[in-house]
Structures are given as C-alpha cells and as structure tokens.
C-alpha cells in the first residue's frame, strides 16, 4: 500500500535566493576545477606514466566524469538544496550516509581552497621574484597565504554574485594566457597531426589506467555548482546543464592541453622532465615575456578555486545548521550580503593556518600541496560513491526506478573504486602512506559528532537532507523514503 508523500521541512530564505543565472552557475563549477592551473601542471604528471597515451587517458577520465555528472543531474532534476551531494545521499541511503557524504565534500572542499592559496602563493612568488622581489622565501609565503585566504573568504562574505564573477573573470584571464601559448604551439608545428601520440608509442595499458586515475583527480569540484541549489534561478535545469558542461568544457580544455604540450616538448619523456610546462613551452615558441602573464594567470586561477571551495563548503554547512546537525550558528547568514558567513569565517581560519604550519615546519609548498591535494581528494571520492549507491535508491523511493540508472550506479561505483584503490596500492612511500589514515582521522571527526547528535538529539538527524528548494513532486504510489 503506498504511503502519503511528507513533504520537506519549509525551507529557509536567508541564502540569496534565485540570484545566479546559468553563466554564474557554470562558473561555480568551473572555477572550484581551476582548469589553467591543472593544464599548467598535470599533464607533465600523467605522461610520466601514460606516456604518449596521455590523451587516452583522459578521453577515459572524461567518460567517468561525465558519468558522475549524469548522477549528479539525475539528483539536480528532482531536488536543488544548498546542501548538495549531502542532501542527495541523506534522500537515498539515509541521514549517517548523507551526513558521511556531506563531510566527505567540506573536506575536500576546504582542501582544495587550501591547494588555491599554496598554488597562488607559487605561482605569485614566481612572478614577485621575476621583478626582484623576494616571493619564494618562507616569510613571504605564509604572508601571501593569510593575503589569500582573507581575500577569498572576503568574496565569498560580500557576495555569491560578487564571488562567482571575480572567479569567471578570473579563470577566462587565467585559460586564456595559457592556451595561447598551447595555440603558438600546435600554429608553429604547421598544425600537423602528431602521429606518434596517435599511435601511442610507448604506451602501455597499465601506464594508461593510472593516468585515468590522475587525470580524473583534475576534475574534483565539478559538482559544487550543485551547492546553488537554494541561489540558482530554475536550479533543476540550471545545475545538471552546469555540472555537465563544466565536465565536457574543462575536459575538452585538458585534451588540447595535454596533445599540444605533448607536441611542443616532442616527446612525452620530455615533458615529464619539465617542472614548468607551460613557462619553458612559452621559451620554446620564442614568448619568453610571456611568462609574468603565464605566473599572473595561474595565480589567478588558484584564487578563483579558493573562492569556489570556500563558497561550496560553506553552503553544505549551512545545510547542516539549518537542519539542526550542525550547531544552529553554523546555519545562519548574512542579513545584508545573503551568504553562510558564520560557515566560511570557520572555513577561513583553517585554510590559511594548515598550510601555514606545513610550510613553516619544513615542508616545501608544492610538497604540502601535493599531501593536501591527496588528502582533499579522498573526501571527494566518498562522496562520490556514495551519491552514486544511493541513485538507484531514491528514484525507486519516489517510483521512479530506472534500470539505467542501476547501469549507471554499478558503473560510477566500480570506477571510483578503481581510482581510490590505484591511490592505495601499491602502498606508497612515507609519508604518503599515512595520508589515507589521516583522511580517516578527519572523518570520524565528524561522524563522532554525528553520532554524538544522534544518541543525545535524533530528531535533529532526522531532518538531515529535508532542507530544499522547490520540490518536484514524486511520482503517484511512491514509497516513502
């Protein structure tokens, strides 16, 4: 016998309510990727193993990208909360998966934001010391880091039309200095087929598979446009076109990048022998005063993702004190600006002071990016899984079961599988086989206090994922959820 459909809770009006259009929503998802300042590095990283297959894998990380975009904008058509893939999760595998799945995504929202202000303090550093002044020097590189954090955090306060703006300005100035120099590229070769990437010389399958693992880690942050489920104008429509199209744009964008990097350097070997692809790519093509813009334009972009990171974290936050998981402080915002303030001055701290106390201990900045950006992504891929498991579960809760959406959860599960287990074995190297753990030891931070909320106020985790948008109706004879 089907049950009466219970409507969600009322939702709350204090986010900026149907601001964003479909160019600001897109450039949520696009700016928390940082497209430029993955093709300035990552393609030198995956044709170390890949080699000439490189552009193989990523067609192949594309596919699982997009794959996980259609989960995500199956969630989208039905429900637009701020609490994103939280939200989606709690409504198909309940509160403890939705609120496992929301921590997951504030950690590797709140790591990437912290990879933002390594990598513009870098980038700038290179820049400041190209015009005399000293920028690489420990002292400079943690003032930049407070700089950036303060800043991005301070977009993110004033405004969620504000923030999304400065980063889409900021990330078409950034793509655009670096494929310029990868369009000189491709122009000077007399835009010639490279054969030997078509016929993957050197090749090899297991080389290829691991660098669908790296390549797909490029991607991380494409979804966020979902946490502008509560700001979105027509966010049923307006979030599953922004997730998918920032996948096939950004993928598209990473293609051209890694054939002609590939093509510049005249051999994968090469390439992976440079620690500043797109600056000795600038050199080759006769663009050497092309690099402060090059430095400029990554740096811009690595801001941009701290202001992204910093606005989607905090909205699965709000999500969380607004339905009573989280302390209710947590889920208040701004009378004035419309924005979780409360969320984004706790996010804000943390993103400028681990890199901080990294760096100053003796770790070298891209070393601690690297360690951050492992850590940020496990959180990422717990979300993911379990969005995914969860799909079939809720169209079938609102008598909507759909065997390609079986097909598509069964897929989407296997292949992350595949990347978190090739991010664990073989067992690497101290200390980043630690990195694993110490991504355990922050989630079970915050599934302890969950679990703490549950024994002592369970009507609080039975509101967990009921904060939304505009419901869709479920279809007649569901079963409640």
């Avoid at 990598?119 to 010391?129: A, K, P």
Wanted: glycine share 12%.
């Amino acid at each position: 016998m089907s049950s009466e459909y219970t409507p969600p809770s009322p939702h709350d009006r204090g986010l900026a309510d149907r601001s964003m259009g479909q160019v600001a929503v897109l450039a949520q998802s696009v700016a928390a990727i940082a497209p430029s300042a993955v093709m300035a590095s990552l393609p030198a990283l995956i044709v170390l193993y890949a080699g000439e297959g490189a552009w193989v894998s990523y067609v192949a990380a594309v596919v699982v990208v997009v794959l996980i975009g259609f989960c995500v904008a199956m969630f989208g058509r039905r429900l637009a909360s701020s609490g994103s893939l939280y939200t989606y999760v709690a409504r198909g595998l309940g509160s403890a998966g939705g609120f496992a799945a929301g921590w997951g995504l504030v950690i590797g929202y709140t790591c990437i934001a912290m990879l933002g202000v390594i990598g513009g303090g870098v980038y700038l550093g290179s820049f400041l010391e190209g015009i005399g002044i000293s920028g690489t020097s420990t002292i400079t590189q943690v003032i930049l880091y407070v700089v950036f954090a303060a800043l991005a955090a301070g977009f993110a306060v004033a405004g969620i039309k504000l923030s999304t703006r400065v980063g889409l300005v900021l990330e078409v100035i950034s793509v655009a200095a670096v494929l310029i120099v990868f369009v000189v590229v491709v122009v000077q070769n007399g835009l010639s087929i490279d054969t030997s990437q078509l016929r993957l010389e050197g090749a090899t399958f297991d080389g290829v598979t691991f660098g669908i693992v790296l390549a797909v880690l490029g991607f991380v942050g494409f979804e966020s446009a979902a946490s502008l489920g509560a700001e979105a104008k027509n966010p049923h429509r307006a979030i599953p076109r922004a997730v998918l199209g920032s996948a096939v744009l950004v993928g598209l964008m990473y293609l051209f990048a890694t054939y002609a990097s590939v093509l510049g350097f005249g051999s994968a070997e090469a390439l992976s022998q440079s620690a500043a692809p797109v600056s000795d790519l600038a050199t080759n093509v006769g663009m050497e005063g092309f690099t402060p813009l090059i430095d400029l334009g990554v740096t811009a972009s690595f801001f941009a993702v701290a202001i992204a990171s910093i606005n989607a974290a905090s909205r699965v936050l709000y999500t969380m004190g607004v339905e009573g998981v989280l302390p209710a402080a947590v889920g208040k915002a701004h009378t004035t600006h419309k924005t979780p303030h409360v969320a984004i001055l706790l996010i804000a701290p943390v993103v400028a002071l681990v890199p901080i106390v990294m760096v100053v201990g003796g770790s070298a900045p891209l070393v601690a990016f690297a360690y951050i950006g492992t850590v940020g992504t496990f959180g990422y891929m717990l979300a993911y899984l379990l969005m995914a498991a969860s799909l079939p579960i809720f169209l079938n809760r609102r008598g909507e079961s759909s065997g390609a959406a079986v097909v598509l959860s069964v897929l989407v599960v296997l292949s992350l599988l595949y990347v978190v287990y090739k991010n664990v074995y073989p067992v690497p190297p101290s200390p980043l086989n630690r990195l694993p753990y110490i991504f355990a030891a922050a989630l079970l931070v915050g599934l302890a206090w969950y679990l703490i909320v549950r024994v002592t106020a369970p009507e609080r985790t039975r509101r967990v994922g009921t904060y939304e948008e505009e419901p869709v109706p479920i279809a007649d004879g569901a079963a409640r959820g």
